[in-house]
């Protein structure tokens, strides 16, 4: 048995002054770093929303529901990981990319980066797509059966891969100060929804 945190989509364009910044994104990086370091977990990873041509998802005039202003284009500035999150880099087991061809919320979707991530520009997949692993799968090849959820946005992304990874039989929390989400307002409707699908909410 072991215990992953899963660190979702702390990205550039998802923090303050980002293509769809979210307040409390550059909080959130450098808070999710203090608290890896104190905190003995197995395994850490992080998600990046990676997208190439994701259709429907990018909107000219975004409803900010399903479709959104371009972010997170892969490997432009934007789709890199938050330097709040820079103290841990080191610390990453694998970095897994969603979203290239479709909108993908959650980190489930994900596959394990290419050189761990190293490689920013995107086109040396030398093992070819098909051969990295799901987040899954990786997950359940180190025997990982309980993960902490965290990161950007609390009511989108956090929220999907928390729901995924219940329905993947994982024990799940999500740690909601170290979230941001987009609809703050809406929060305690999000968190009320993910306990009774079985999330844990932790305060720390
Ligand atoms: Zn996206």
């Not at 479709?67 to 934007?78: D, L, N, Q, T, Y």
Request: hydrophobic share 40%.
């Amino acid at each position: 048995m072991a215990d992953a945190l899963i660190i979702v989509d702390v990205q550039y364009d998802f923090c303050e002054g980002g293509a769809l910044g979210v307040d409390g994104g550059t909080r959130a990086a450098e808070d999710i770093s203090e608290h890896v370091t104190g905190y003995g977990y197995d395994y850490v990873v992080a998600t990046q929303d990676w997208h190439i041509e994701p259709g429907g998802h990018f909107s000219d005039t975004p409803d900010f529901v399903d479709s959104w202003p371009v972010h997170c284009v892969a490997g432009e500035p934007g789709s890199a990981l938050h330097s709040g999150l820079d103290p841990i880099r080191g610390r990453l087991d694998g970095i897994f990319r969603k979203g290239e061809y479709t909108a993908g919320y959650s980190g489930f979707e994900g596959r394990l980066a290419p050189g761990n991530g190293r490689d920013d520009g995107g086109a040396a997949g030398a093992a070819g797509e098909g051969a990295m692993p799901h987040l899954a799968d990786w997950l359940g090849e180190r025997g990982v059966t309980e993960v902490r959820i965290v990161g950007i946005a609390t009511d989108y992304c956090v929220r999907a891969t928390a729901l995924d990874a219940v329905r993947a039989g994982l024990r799940t929390a999500v740690v909601p100060h170290l979230t941001a989400a987009v609809h703050p307002e809406k929060l305690a409707d999000v968190l009320s929804e993910l306990r009774t699908a079985g999330v844990e909410i932790h305060a720390g």
